[in-house]
């Protein structure tokens, strides 16, 4: 459990800087050669007073899952959407699926790809979104599958020429360090956007290990700019716009992404109690969020998602709530900015919004030179929530120390820093899929695959 914090201690925490020196070279920041012992100190004070997720809002201690299932959850819940993330609905009421697209022999055989429209109020033209599946033809049966929103439209995951190419706006410009977005003329993709963000999705991979991939262009839910709201399925529900605790566009990806879920139980090829949810920086974020609002997601992984996401706050560390709130001001609800500065010295901290992923499986990474997603904070959030993991009978993160670049550790929490830059690597999708295989697969023999 995690002390209660002095009044003198607050003052003497938020008046100290917290320098952090992250290298690709040796492990991702030594932080006692990095910032000394004394503010190694400071730094261990800090998080000594990390508020506490197993100590409810009367001060009472959480001792048991039925208390956690029926009383705390909620409040976090609550805490959590109320200040941060903002209110999301329901299922829309007139939601309908139609599938247009189904080729048994994609991939040259390989996989099965399904496209399907998930249309929000049933109406043909109205807003929706466009699901692309792909299912390994190898295996029989329903599959397990990894689920993630995209950045560039389903089209550019794979160079596969009967993937619908999104009509939706797109961004543009000659200066992105991961895809070649040349293709993109006037704001809209054209077949020259085929495959452009293929590295991040090894999609025949993946289904050579025996899991579905199931995608959705974020742009199909929100735009992804502070003046998008009209053109964002928030629009749907104005009622949540003008308001402290509104719909932002973090809470809109992962309510798409519980859409896709929807269908996704409808469909027979789908183990539906083994879909995990994937996402890589601000999707990373959105799938946190997704995770931590729909249990029906049987794991969570975080790719890089930083601050917002998977990293502490109270640290002090890398990218901050006011940089988030000023040059993202839509991604959180309004009632976000008033923590502005507060970083060091919030009430609640993203451990708190980890613990509603528990006990299910959870998987956070980072990389060593992506600095504002403060790596240490990402692993220190990790280490937090271990006594709810613990609460379940659950070995969360196996280990107390921050690992060395390159090395995964995984229990019921996995975690790893990779050597390299902001990205999705194939050294994040070899871990995992090894996670994949212990905690989503259903029990039953894997294929064989020379995959690692």
Same mark, same amino acid.
């Not at 040349?182 to 025996?210: F, M, Y």
């Not at 613990?355 to 992506?370: E, F, K, V």
């Given at each position: 459990m995690f002390p209660k914090i002095t009044l003198y201690r607050l003052i003497v925490l938020f008046l100290l800087p917290f320098p952090c020196v992250v290298s690709s070279t040796t492990h991702a920041c030594s932080l006692r050669s990095a910032v000394g012992d004394k503010k190694v100190n400071n730094l261990t004070m800090m998080m000594e007073s990390a508020p506490d997720p197993l100590r409810m809002n009367d001060g009472s201690e959480v001792t048991s899952v039925t208390v956690w299932r029926t009383q705390r959850r909620k409040e976090l819940l609550d805490l959590f959407t109320r200040e941060m993330y903002g209110q999301s609905p329901g299922r829309p009421r007139k939601m309908t699926f139609h599938v247009f697209d189904i080729d048994s022999n994609a991939l040259g055989g390989l996989a099965t790809r399904k496209q399907i429209t998930i249309s929000f109020t049933g109406e043909p033209t109205g807003p929706h979104m466009d699901l692309l599946i792909y299912t390994p033809?190898?295996? @029989?049966?329903?599959?397990?599958?990894?689920?993630?929103?995209? =950045?560039?439209?389903?089209?550019?995951?794979?160079?596969?020429?009967?993937?619908?190419?999104?009509?939706?706006?797109?961004?543009?410009?000659?200066?992105?360090?991961?895809?070649?977005?040349?293709?993109? @003329?006037?704001?809209?993709?054209?077949?020259?956007?085929?495959?452009?963000?293929?590295?991040?999705?090894?999609?025949?991979?993946?289904? +050579?290990?025996?899991y579905a991939v199931a995608t959705a262009y974020r742009g199909d839910l929100d735009p992804d700019t502070a003046d998008g709201y009209k053109d964002s399925v928030r629009a749907l529900y104005p009622q949540l716009h003008a308001r402290g605790d509104n719909f932002s566009t973090i809470a809109a990806w992962a309510w798409g992404l519980s859409r896709a879920m929807d269908y996704l139980t409808t469909d027979r090829r789908i183990a539906a109690k083994h879909v995990a949810?994937?996402?890589? /920086?601000?999707?990373?974020?959105?799938?946190?969020?997704?995770?931590?609002?729909?249990?029906? =997601?049987?794991?969570?992984? /975080?790719?890089?998602?930083?601050?917002?996401?998977?990293?502490?706050?109270?640290?002090?560390?890398?990218?901050?709530?006011?940089?988030?709130?000023?040059?993202?001001?839509?991604?959180?609800?309004?009632? =976000?900015? @008033?923590?502005?500065?507060?970083?060091?010295?919030?009430?609640?901290?993203?451990?708190?919004?980890?613990?509603?992923?528990?006990?299910?499986?959870?998987?956070? +990474? /980072?990389?060593?030179?992506?600095?504002?997603?403060?790596?240490?904070?990402?692993?220190?959030?990790?280490?937090?929530?271990?006594?709810?993991?613990?609460?379940?009978?659950?070995?969360?993160?196996?280990?107390?120390?921050?690992?060395?670049?390159?090395?995964?550790?995984?229990?019921?929490?996995?975690?790893?820093?990779?050597?390299?830059?902001?990205?999705?690597?194939? =050294?994040?999708?070899?871990?995992?899929?090894?996670? +994949?295989?212990?905690?989503?697969?259903?029990?039953?023999?894997?294929?064989? /695959?020379?995959?690692?």
């Open positions: 033809n190898r295996v @029989k049966g329903p599959v397990p599958t990894i689920l993630g929103l995209n =950045f560039w439209g389903n089209h550019a995951i794979h160079s596969d020429p009967g993937i619908r190419i999104s009509s939706r706006w797109m961004e543009s410009g000659d200066n992105n360090p991961y895809v070649d977005l040349s293709g993109v @003329k006037d704001h809209r993709a054209t077949e020259a956007c085929r495959g452009i963000n293929a590295s991040q999705w090894p999609v025949e991979r993946i289904l +050579a290990r025996g949810v994937f996402g890589w /920086s601000r999707l990373g974020k959105a799938a946190l969020w997704a995770g931590a609002t729909d249990p029906r =997601f049987a794991m969570v992984i /975080s790719n890089e998602s930083g601050a917002g996401g998977a990293k502490l706050f109270r640290r002090g560390v890398g990218e901050n709530i006011r940089r988030l709130n000023t040059v993202f001001p839509h991604w959180y609800c309004s009632n =976000f900015r @008033k923590y502005n500065d507060l970083d060091t010295t919030l009430p609640f901290d993203q451990h708190m919004m980890l613990a509603l992923i528990a006990p299910r499986p959870l998987y956070i +990474a /980072s990389a060593a030179q992506d600095t504002g997603a403060d790596p240490e904070g990402e692993f220190e959030a990790a280490r937090a929530v271990e006594p709810v993991y613990r609460l379940f009978g659950v070995t969360g993160l196996p280990t107390e120390t921050w690992p060395p670049v390159n090395h995964s550790v995984q229990g019921g929490i996995g975690y790893h820093v990779r050597s390299g830059r902001h990205d999705v690597t194939d =050294f994040d999708w070899t871990q995992y899929l090894a996670f +994949a295989d212990t905690h989503l697969a259903p029990r039953r023999p894997q294929p064989r /695959s020379s995959e690692p």
